[in-house]
Nanobody, 122 residues
């Protein structure tokens, strides 16, 4: 059973940092591209960070965010620094389609986690 489970969200002050984790099961991270998306109330889901199948190429929409993975642990991470109130959203871990080396489109991801809430406020 393919499954993604996010954790690490919570309340953080503006300017603070958080590290989100995504535990993958039922497949090997080395065979798929992975991504982090986020969705705020009333807004569309948007891509945040992406890592290709090889793990050698990554793309972060904002330089404050960094995606990484640990193949041995089957884990994907999102390091978030200098957080702002506008970063408040539910953050999702997603698996890319098998034939896609890396994609910024939500439509090219076939498995999603339940999401973890990140709230940036004083």
């Amino acid at each position: 059973q393919v499954q993604l489970v996010e954790s690490g969200g919570g309340l953080v002050q503006p300017g603070g940092s958080l590290r989100l984790s995504c535990a993958a099961s039922g497949f090997s991270l080395g065979d798929y591209s992975m991504a982090w998306f986020r969705q705020a109330p009333g807004k569309e889901r948007e891509g945040v960070s992406f890592i290709e199948k090889s793990g050698r190429n990554t793309y972060n929409v904002d330089g404050r965010f960094t995606i990484s993975r640990d193949i041995a642990k089957n884990m994907v991470y999102l390091q978030m620094n200098s957080l702002k109130p506008e970063d408040t959203a539910v953050y999702y871990c997603a698996r890319g389609l098998w034939l896609v080396a890396g994609s910024r489109s939500a439509h090219e991801h076939d498995t999603w986690g339940q999401g973890t809430q990140v709230t940036v406020a004083s």
